[in-house]
Nanobody, 113 residues
């Protein structure tokens, strides 16, 4: 059974930064495409960023230039570096193995104005 555990969320002021981590059980991070999603209160879950197995990245227009997805294969961990945070980035953030139903439980990011 694959497990994904997110961490790194918290409260930050607008303009600040956070780095989220998604630790995966087993050596899957380097062979699977991974993604970060977020869900704000009252809204649908949306894709934030993806990282393919060959290193190709893709970002939602709302975060492009501010967020960076990366991975550490040795640690089986995927990261989401979030800079220049805005109040509208407030949401629960989840990681996912693309194309599967494996999700973490999420980590809450709150950006104050």
């Amino acid at each position: 059974q694959v497990q994904l555990v997110e961490s790194g969320g918290g409260l930050v002021q607008a303009g600040g930064s956070l780095r989220l981590s998604c630790a995966a059980s087993g050596s899957i991070v380097n062979i699977k495409a991974m993604g970060w999603y977020r869900q704000a209160p009252g809204k649908q879950r949306e894709l934030v960023a993806t990282l393919s197995s060959n290193g190709h990245t893709n970002y939602a227009a709302s975060v492009k230039g501010r967020f960076t997805i990366s991975r550490d294969n040795a640690k089986n961990t995927v990261y989401l570096q979030m800079n220049s945070l805005k109040p509208e980035d407030t949401a629960d953030y989840y990681c996912n193995i693309i194309g599967t139903t494996y999700w973490g439980k999420g980590t809450l990011v709150t950006v104050s104005s």
